[in-house]
């Protein structure tokens, strides 16, 4: 079974602080995904990556960056978290179909 | 651009009944379909996938999808559903690889209420 593992499932950070999720998968697929979802708007891709060191916007990138440095691990970065930033991150990998994690609840206070 | 539109926010469904949930989307390719199930404080799981071929697909927990080209539109059914269906369902499309390559784009989602 593919396995896609988040970090932390629930996470609390104060507005400014630099915030990272950590996302690892054991399937050797080359690409991964990172999702928000939020309540009535579905899920948004923010960001993806094809390949290591390699990156892709996705809908909303706007306050968020990532980071892929191994083929297995995709990080995603909020530079200075803010309360808008409040949400679930979901992150995938593929090779054509997305399997998903647990995913990650972020509180922005 | 693509799209998913999922017109249903919440359907009430009794247990032991049929269910239909309604998918349509937009994309100027040939579309690969997906549907995803989500409970309470979990990620996504995949329900079926539609790629190509026979356009009835069977997916675990023995729901269907019939892909309909002429309607856009990719409907998730079941013909008895049990309480531990009660979840949030995502009807999602993809690129030329699936979304394997480019990402996916999901509906809203539908919230399914089962009355016992």
């Known amino acids: 079974d593919v396995k896609v593992t988040q970090s932390s499932r629930y996470l609390v950070k104060r507005t400014g602080e630099k915030v990272f999720l950590e996302c690892v998968q054991d399937m050797d697929h080359e690409n991964m995904f990172w999702y928000r979802q939020d309540p009535g708007l579905g899920l948004r891709l923010i960001y993806f990556?094809?390949?290591?060191?390699?990156?892709e916007k996705g809908d909303i990138p706007e306050g968020y960056s990532v980071s892929r440095e191994k083929k297995e691990r995709f990080s995603l970065i909020l530079e200075s978290a803010s309360t808008n930033q409040t949400s679930m991150y979901l992150c995938?990998?593929?090779?054509?179909?997305?399997?998903f994690g647990p995913g990650t609840r972020l509180l922005v206070l | 651009a693509q799209s998913v539109t999922q017109p249903d926010i919440h359907i009430t469904v009794s247990e032991g009944a049929s269910l239909e949930l309604r998918c349509n989307y937009s994309y100027g390719a040939t579309p690969y379909l997906f549907w995803y199930v989500q409970s309470p404080g979990q990620g996504l799981q995949l329900l079926l996938k539609y790629f190509s071929g026979d356009t009835l697909v069977q997916g675990i927990k023995g729901f269907e999808a019939e892909f309909k080209r002429s309607q856009s539109s990719f409907n998730l059914r079941k013909p008895s559903v049990h309480w531990s269906d009660a979840a949030e369902y995502f009807c999602a499309v993809g690129g030329y690889s699936g979304g394997g390559a480019d990402g996916l784009t999901f509906g809203k989602g539908t919230h399914l209420i089962i009355q016992p």
């Open positions: 995938a990998s593929s090779s054509e179909t997305q399997y």
């Open positions: 990556s094809y390949d290591v060191k390699m990156k």
